[in-house]
């Protein structure tokens, strides 16, 4: 069955949820667990760069319903943090010409994982509603979305960065098929992969792979 842009399946509770690189993903109740599509056409931007899109979206839905959202930070990809906990994260997934962008954020219970810190929004307040939410986090998206395949990459790379970890934060990254390597986060490439600096004073852009924040493993 088609589903149209700007439809969303909203998950009460979650029996086989995934995260990244086939991990369990937690079933909070009162948390958002939600998938939309996204349809390529020709003229979109690469389609890797919706985890951007998805990113911000998250940040802008999550930062309208805190008091203060100066300690709500996007780690690349699209990790969205509270301070150095890991408050949401973000899946995509490609079936032919669709993307499915699933996102679980963490709005009234943290899961207790053993790798790296994690925080839900009642540490700040009460949990907001979900449904209200949802409405939320949609708008944003279709919104970014549109500016996306409108005006290309420069400027939602350029929106990315603004919200994010400051340059020259330490980072730990753990590419694919590859050991660790450390650096600091010097932005985002043009094309929106990763800029790594390395010890040596070079760059290295980071297309895929695990990042964390030196300060963010348990």
């Not at 149209?4 to 667990?33: H, I, K, T, Y």
């Not at 997934?93 to 679980?104: Q, T």
């Not at 650096?183 to 040596?200: I, M, N, P």
């Not at 792979?209 to 348990?218: H, I, P």
């Amino acid at each position: 069955e088609a589903v149209p842009e700007g439809e969303w399946l909203v998950a009460g509770r979650q029996v086989a949820g995934r995260g990244r690189q086939g991990r369990n993903w937690f079933d909070g109740s009162g948390n958002f667990m939600g998938s939309t599509v996204v349809h390529c056409a020709p003229r979109d931007p690469n389609p890797a760069t919706l985890a951007l899109v998805a990113g911000v979206a998250a940040y802008e839905a999550v930062a309208g319903v805190v008091a203060d959202p100066s300690r709500l930070r996007l780690k690349w990809p699209n990790d969205l943090m509270l301070g150095d906990a890991k408050l949401a994260g973000i899946l995509l997934e490609r079936e032919s010409d669709a993307i499915i962008v699933g996102m679980g954020i963490n709005l009234a219970v943290a899961p207790n994982l053993p790798d790296r810190k994690t925080i839900a929004l009642t540490a700040l307040g009460p949990a907001p509603d979900r449904d209200l939410f949802a409405r939320s986090l949609a708008t944003a998206f279709d919104r970014e979305l549109q500016r996306w395949r409108t005006y290309g990459l420069e400027p939602l790379v350029r929106r990315w960065e603004s919200v994010a970890h400051a340059a020259g934060t330490p980072l730990k990254v753990h590419p694919p098929g590859e050991e660790a390597i450390e650096g600091s986060f010097a932005g985002l490439t043009d094309e929106g992969a990763l800029s790594l600096r390395l010890a040596d004073g070079s760059t290295r852009a980071i297309h895929a792979g695990d990042v964390m924040l030196a300060n963010e493993e348990s």
